[in-house]
């Protein structure tokens, strides 16, 4: 049996996308300067300014003006707080759409990657089945008991290069969490083992649920690969 082990990486940063604007750099943005551990050195300088960038910065700057100019201090206040708000806002989303373009280039580098012994499992929970009718009354709604299902695509490159497997897992009733978690990647394992026994190497793609992420799924995942003979090779969370 192949010992299996387990790597985890909160964001796999794709080195070979690199620009001289500091808001583009993959590997200078994404860094986190508190933990060297999360921190990589870029083979240039950033010098390069991006104007939709500073067209930003400056229309905050020419919102925020006339706000401190106000002499109502209470409106002032309220405007403080919307435009902190906003401002707030904004920078994360900016921030989310480098790190969906960097996750994505990373997965693409993995699939192509992929090869008859290894398998790429994309995991998340679905919308919960509630309606049993395409219209029913509100009595008939109230108090009814959602139905989970966890989806699981199961994608490999095969002989023929072409291969995609979908899972799905309906609970009558359970929690989402982390132990749900563990028993759909076991069963899962399970399958994929049985149907392709040169199976040697897992990668998981999962988003940032507190199911996935946590660490009794890290840690139970290494011990599920253990016990079926495979080894988790990729496991980030978006």
Known sequence: MQSAHCVYFPLQVHVSESSDVPNHCHVYALRDPSDRDYQS?????????????????????????????????????????????????????????????????????????????????????????????????????????????????????????????????????????SCTVLSVMSDMVKQLREAQPQLENIYYWQDNAGCYYCGTTIVGAKLISQQHGVSVRWMPFL
């Open 41 to 177: 050195q870029c083979s240039h300088e950033h010098k390069t300014y991006c104007d939709k960038c500073d067209d930003l910065t400056r229309t905050i700057d020419d919102i925020t003006a006339p706000i401190e100019a106000l002499a109502a201090d209470e409106v002032k206040e309220e405007l403080r707080f919307v435009l902190g708000k906003a401002k707030q806002d904004i920078v994360s989303w900016k921030a989310h759409l480098l790190r969906s373009v960097n996750q994505e280039e990373a997965r693409l580098d993995m699939v192509n990657a992929l090869d008859n012994t290894s398998v790429l499992l994309v995991q998340d929970w679905a919308m919960k089945f509630l309606s049993r009718k395409f219209r029913e009354s509100q009595t008939n709604r109230f108090a009814k008991h959602w139905i989970s299902w966890h989806l699981t695509v199961a994608i490999r490159r095969g002989d023929d290069h072409k291969l995609q497997m979908t899972f799905v897992n309906v609970f009558r009733s359970c929690c989402q969490d």
